[in-house]
């Protein structure tokens, strides 16, 4: 049973760390629920020590990336509107132009919106790529903190078996 749960967790994982790159999935989100099923089923201090560390750095990761985000499109007054038509338009492009159109889709959709609230092609490009670092930034860094989540959980292997 603990192979089999450890199987689903690393699954659960390799998924929710996609998941912070390819914003459909809810990223540190299947982190946590990998870790906390695997935390349930092997409990002991290392399913739970290991829980508790993942859960903690995937917390700090989301808190971070939104925080930074947040900041740096607060500070250009770039709306979570253009954001989420960018978002929108990704997901839409991921289907419709295989394996670049996630990343065009946002493109387009942010530029997009930035151009019809700026009413001006050069401003909206200045802010479309404040706002593409902005969520890179963001993205980077949560997925960092996952990876120590999970190399926590790998660690967390070793010791169990």
């Not at 192979?3 to 809810?26: D, K, N, R, Y």
């Not at 002991?44 to 750095?57: D, E, R, T």
């Not at 492009?93 to 159109?101: K, L, S, T």
């Amino acid at each position: 049973m603990d192979i089999l749960v450890s199987v689903i967790t690393g699954v659960l994982l390799v998924i929710g760390a996609l998941g912070i790159i390819v914003p459909i999935l809810p990223g540190s989100i299947l982190i946590i629920i990998g870790l906390l099923l695997w935390a349930i089923v092997i409990g002991g201090p290392v399913g739970w020590i290991v829980f508790g560390i993942g859960l903690v750095l995937c917390g700090v990761g989301m808190a971070s990336s939104t925080l930074l985000t947040g900041t740096r499109l607060k500070a250009r007054q770039i709306p979570n509107r253009s954001i989420l038509i960018g978002a929108v338009l990704g997901v839409i492009g991921a289907f419709v132009i295989p394996v670049v159109g996630l990343l065009v889709g946002f493109v387009v959709g942010l530029f997009g919106s930035e151009w019809y609230r700026l009413r001006d092609p050069k401003l909206a490009w200045d802010a479309s790529l404040v706002a593409m670092k902005s969520v890179g930034l963001g993205m980077i860094v949560e997925f960092s903190c996952a990876g120590l989540a999970i190399t926590a959980w790998i660690i967390g292997i070793f010791l169990h078996f």
